[in-house]
């Protein structure tokens, strides 16, 4: 046997045997492994915090602001938290818990509702249960850490003590192991916790209800799309706990499964005011679970209106659901490589930090956070200016402890707020259009008896100024999306039929026919206006007879008298027609050589509008002299008849910048008998019943376009001012009002728009001044 | 003072104390106060630790110090009843401890607190000594089983506060001292098949839900690789019960050769380690001062237990040999598998490294035991009987 000697030296190299092989362990986790727990350590405190970047404003030709970023805030569920430490949320999850565990029960729930299953009912069901279930062994260990941390929450949020006082006695009397209840405890006392647990409810329905009325509450679409208000979210949650139910989402053609529901906060209403928030905060010990956080919304100087929709919806990004392109292409763009490559530059542990993975989670981070925190227009000149007026996410990657507070930054990639856009509508000259068109939308469609007709009554107001085509104003009525995610109505995007509003371009074709002998009947062998045409077998009437008016130009078309057109038509056969529409941009190119290519107005960024069309098939040729077959929106037509106002045709644009015109030098003395023609409609023709056109010096032509079975008409009226006033500015405008009432002509509804609108500008000193007098006064 | 004098006389011992050891010692207890230090950082809950465990210390060195001077055979006059006095206060924990984190293991004092499981540890190291001093006693496999009740009794109370690392280091405590007493191996292998069934038994009867859940992602841990670290069960985990040993890992792993410096460890000082002034110390140690700052500490605990081994080899008495056996391998195991439970090597089990950890309990007992067997190694008494000093 050996020596106790020996024992002790076999013990002592026992002991070093085990140094041994622990310095081996540590030598392999310590040094050969040290970059892989060196990159682990990194995972573990370096993060990157996004900066939401600021979205540029959109402002009209004033400078004055049209679409803003303001800060707010929000608000969010964590749940996991609100059922752990909120007191309405512990009862409602711990009676839950306890009712599942009778026999034949595994389905009970409570909810966040008044009544049976409610919070209260809950708290009732917790106070019956015996304490002995609380003592070690008794119910399945996490079971009943569940529900001793739910009464103690309950208990201790309604009484005022600590948790670990509350716990403390409840364990102590569970020791006992009797038949007494929760209920039977020495403190707290029922007396107690009752008032307190109902404040605490009442608290949180008193939310709710603020919340719901709120028009930014409610749920973030998704199956709980139609869940709104807090109680909703909630009981969402509530399920998605029960369930553990957890986030799924697909990548590269896998389904990836991430966090519980629950453990994410879930916002569940936007734009809070700030009262309200400020109260949350204040009282956030009393709203555990329900967090305040800040953000920013998107303030219109409008509601719901046609500028409301002009301008358009921005929606968080993770809700616009762009496409994989593009969000790669935001990241080429946003993301400098080199950003990425410098990234752990600054780390004075650089040696140990794989770049590339570093870089790789930069990369993953910011397309996750552009998701979560950047906005996107969607519809109108948000979306059509949405690289302008979007900025770039900010980054930093920082150093942050276990609870994710920062301790240092290491780098960052600089926010930048999104630029300005500067758009060339006047907010004044806005709200003045579209109180006109709303005027004019409510007169005509009052008129009506039937309500089917009613409802198809729509108008519509285009202002460009004539030198420049800026777009000053665009309203239209009714506006068919305040959301804007349609498109606007009819009055906006679509075409009407013009009616005779086109016999201006008729007109200047005839006539430099007769100058250059293309193909036409001279007006010299017209025939008198006797208000009927034959033309294949068909009578064509005009409104009345106009004799030998009807043969002259000028008064024919002050008069609007169709024969004359009629006839011009039967000359100039549809090459001709069509080359007058073509000259103006009402109608598209015939093909590359086409002389009047440069006319066609090209499609305009954010401008929601149709391109004009011509329709031969339902139309005889003279019919299409006086409009019909022919369709355009009011904007194109105010284009061509800006031609009138300064000779030049020009490209309408929602930018404030220099864009190219048509000079229309062949046509000048054509285009003179058309403006004399104009004018003489304003002072002593179809529109002669309107004074305020006559006494600011409009010219311009109504239009009547029978469209209906029962003879409903669209009813137009086009013109300009005759002088450029402030800035250079000249007014020249289209308004439409479609689907009238029979005998109701252009001059009587359109014409009576453009005098409301007028008279809105008139009857403002500003306004007047800076449109209506020659130079603004000077 | 006369020459010779009583008085003369015990302190005369103190120039026997073995210079080095106490040396190795004030090293731990030095180190375990300036890695506190760093682990304490500015964090509120960990406020005063420091000062405390020098506290400890001095106490414990003072404590020591009183007994350098009397004879150990008084040692052995106390040690049933101090055995008994252990067992008494391990078994009146249920009912006389408050309860906190769910175990009850201290007993509350204003300003201070004692861990009876602490001193149990050298209570039964005693009881040992003083049963197996007598040759006969260890020789045969019947005679290991009173020294297995005498180990059990503390061990099986501890268990059930529950503080499974603790009673862990009973059986090498008991098999090593059995051992040196000249046990037979078959008898020492018994024993460990013994122990093997019970904690067989131990998994389907005493160990709670977490405690094995611990074991279970321990076994785990070792298929996790970079393809399935990214799995939301993996992941689950890591928040979960894998949660200390994987940050003490990190911790540890990404030290290299010389760590980043005392108070710079980005575990410890952003919060990453749990209760890193206690259970995890030496992942602190390895964060900061990387592998050769860990075997020059773990040096220093070899260099404690070689040190009493030694001393062990040297005394020809057998209560005091023993004791020292039993010491040394209490500090030597439980430092070992402090370090094993930083490095994952063994379940997350919560124990402190000896002198090292903050602990008051921990710091005095193993003080004092360190003391009593300085006092053995200082005596070098003559075998007078076969057994001892009986």
């Known amino acids: 046997m050996s020596s106790t000697r020996d024992r002790i030296g076999v013990l002592s190299v026992g002991l070093g045997l085990g140094v041994l092989l622990l310095c081996g362990h540590l030598w392999l986790l310590m040094v050969q492994q ?83 299953r409610g919070p209260e009912m809950a708290l009732q069901d917790l106070y019956a249960l015996p304490l002995r279930f609380l003592a070690r062994g008794a119910l399945p260990k996490q079971v009943a850490s569940e529900l001793a941390s739910a009464i103690t929450t309950v208990l201790a949020s309604c009484s005022g003590r600590s948790r670990s006082r509350v716990f403390a006695a409840i364990r102590q009397a569970a020791l006992a192991r009797d038949e007494r209840t929760i209920a039977d405890l020495a403190e707290p006392t029922v007396a107690e916790v009752f008032p307190k647990f109902r404040e605490r409810w009442a608290a949180l329905r ?42 799924t989402w697909q990548q590269d053609g896998e389904e990836k499964v991430g966090n519980k529901l629950e453990e994410i906060a879930r916002t569940f209403a936007e734009d809070v005011p700030f009262d309200l928030a400020a109260e949350l905060r204040v009282a956030a ?21 046609p500028l409301r929709v002009l301008l358009g919806d921005v929606v968080a990004l993770d809700r616009a659901m762009p496409s994989a392109e593009w969000l790669a292409q935001q990241l080429e763009r946003e993301l400098p490589p080199d950003w990425l490559t410098d990234l752990a530059d600054t780390d004075e542990a650089g040696m140990a930090i794989d770049r590339d993975q570093v870089a790789a989670e930069a990369r993953q981070t910011y397309a996750r956070q552009l998701l979560q925190h950047e906005r996107r227009g969607t519809t109108g000149l948000e979306a059509a200016f949405d690289d302008e007026l979007t900025g770039r996410l900010g980054l930093r990657l920082v150093e942050q402890d276990s609870r994710r507070r920062e301790q240092r930054q290491w780098n960052h990639l600089r926010v930048q707020a999104g630029a300005d856009v500067r758009i060339t509508l006047d907010l004044d000259l806005q709200l003045a259009a579209e109180r006109a068109t709303a005027t004019a939308h409510e007169r005509q469609r009052d008129a009506h008896t039937a309500n089917r007709d009613a409802d198809k009554v729509e108008a519509a107001l285009a202002v460009i100024d004539a030198q420049s085509g800026d777009v000053l104003a665009y309203a239209g009525s009714p506006v068919v999306s305040g959301g804007a995610r349609d498109l606007p109505g009819v009055v906006w995007v679509l075409n009407g039929a013009l009616g005779s509003v086109v016999k201006p371009f008729v007109l200047v074709e005839q006539l430099q026919c007769e100058n250059t002998g293309r193909p036409h009947r001279s007006i010299s062998t017209f025939e008198p206006c006797n208000d009927a045409f034959r033309y294949a077998g068909r009578v064509l009437r005009c409104s009345h007879a106009h004799w030998n008016d009807g043969i002259d130009p000028v008064t024919a078309l002050a008069e609007s008298c169709n024969l004359f057109y009629y006839q011009c038509a039967s000359g ?11 000259r103006f941009g009402l109608a598209p190119p015939a093909g590359s050589g086409d002389p009047f290519a440069a006319c066609w107005q090209p499609t305009v960024r954010g401008l929601p509008v149709a391109a004009p069309r011509r329709d031969t098939k339902f139309t005889d040729l003279p019919q299409r002299a006086v409009g019909y077959g022919v369709e355009a929106s009011p904007l194109h037509v105010a284009r061509a008849y800006a031609v009138f106002a300064t000779g030049w045709l020009p490209t309408l644009g929602f930018r404030p910048e220099a864009r190219p015109r048509v000079l229309f030098d062949d046509v000048v003395s054509e285009t003179a008998v058309v403006q004399q023609g104009l004018r003489a409609c304003v002072q002593q023709g179809t529109a002669r019943r309107l004074p305020l056109l006559a006494e600011l010096g409009v010219a311009g032509k109504t239009g009547t376009a029978e469209v209906g079975a029962d003879d409903q008409n669209n009813a137009w009226f086009a013109g300009y001012l005759p002088h450029a006033a402030q800035g250079g500015v000249q007014l020249c405008f289209c308004a439409v009002v479609y689907w009238v009432k029979d005998r109701v002509h252009g001059g009587e509804a359109a014409g009576q728009l453009v005098v409301d609108f007028l008279s809105a500008l008139k009857a403002d000193p500003q306004l007047h001044r800076r449109y209506l007098v020659p130079e603004g006064g000077r | 003072m006369n020459v010779g004098s009583p008085d003369k006389k015990k302190l005369d011992v103190l120039a026997n104390v073995d210079g080095w050891l106490v040396l190795a010692t004030a090293a731990a207890c030095l180190c375990g106060l300036v890695f506190i230090g760093s682990a304490m950082g500015d964090d509120p809950r960990f ?10 210390v001095a106490c414990g060195f003072g404590i020591g110090f009183f007994l350098l001077l009397p004879h150990y055979v008084h040692v052995l006059r106390l040690a049933w009843p101090f055995y008994g006095a252990c067992v008494l206060a391990l078994l009146g924990l249920p009912f006389l401890a408050p309860e906190i984190n769910g175990a009850r293991r201290w007993y509350a004092f204003p300003g201070f607190s004692i861990q009876p499981s602490e001193f149990a540890k050298l209570g039964v190291v005693l009881a040992l000594a ?92 070792w298929a996790w690789h970079e393809g399935n670290l990214d799995s939301q069960a993996v992941r689950d985990v890591l928040r979960g019960p894998g949660y200390q040993p994987w940050q003490s890992l990190i911790a540890m792993g990404a030290g290299g050769w010389t760590g980043f410096g005392i108070g710079q460890g980005p575990q410890n000082r952003y919060d990453f380690l749990p209760y890193r002034s206690e259970d995890y110390l030496f992942a602190v140690v390895g964060e900061e001062v990387g592998w050769l700052g860990c075997v020059l500490v773990l040096g220093l605990t070899v260099a404690l237990a070689h040190g009493l081994l030694v001393i062990a080899m040297r005394t020809r008495e057998r209560f005091g040999r023993l004791v020292c056996v039993g010491v040394a391998t209490w500090i030597g195991t439980q430092s070992l598998l402090h370090v094993a439970v930083c490095g994952w090597l063994v379940p997350a089990t919560g124990l402190p490294m000896p002198l090292l950890s903050y602990g008051g309990s921990s710091t005095l007992a193993t003080l004092v035991a360190i003391a009593i067997c300085l006092n053995i190694g200082a005596r070098r008494e003559p075998i007078l009987a076969a057994d001892g000093f009986h």
């Open chain 2, 47 to 56: 406020a005063g630790q420091q000062s405390r465990q020098a506290l400890f």
């Open chain 1, 34 to 116: 040290q970059p892989v727990w060196s990159a682990r350590s990194h995972e573990n405190r370096w993060a990157f915090r996004a900066v939401p970047s600021q979205r540029g404003s959109l402002l009209d030709r004033h400078g004055r602001p049209l679409a803003v970023d303001e800060p707010t805030t929000e608000l969010a569920v964590h749940y996991v938290v609100f059922r752990r430490r909120h007191p309405i949320g512990a009862a409602v999850h711990g009676a839950t818990l306890l009712a599942r565990l009778r026999a034949g029960d595994q389905a009970a729930e409570y909810r966040y509702v008044d009544g049976p």
């Open chain 1, 572 to 582: 100039l056969l549809d090459d001709g027609l069509a080359r007058a529409l073509r």
């Open chain 2, 130 to 221: 003083a049963l197996l001093r007598f040759k006969s006693r260890a020789r045969t496999f019947d005679g290991l089983l009173v020294p297995m009740a005498i180990a059990a009794v503390p061990a099986l109370a501890i268990v059930v506060q529950p503080d499974l690392g603790s009673a862990l280091v009973f059986g090498p405590m008991l098999m090593a001292m059995c051992y040196a007493a000249g046990a037979p191996t078959r008898s020492i292998l018994a024993v460990v098949a013994f122990g093997t069934g019970l904690a067989a038994l131990a998994w389907v009867e005493v160990l709670h839900d977490y405690q094995k859940e611990r074991i279970v992602v321990w076994l785990q841990h």
């Open chain 1, 285 to 305: 010990d009393h709203f555990q679970g329900i967090r305040v956080a800040p953000a920013v919304r998107r303030v219109r100087s409008v509601a719901v209106s």
């Open chain 1, 206 to 247: 008193q939310l709710d209800a603020q919340l719901t009325v709120l028009p930014s509450a409610g749920a973030r679409g998704g199956e709980e799309a139609d869940a709104r208000g807090l109680f909703a979210t909630l009981e969402f949650l509530r399920r998605a706990s029960l369930d553990e139910t957890r986030v």
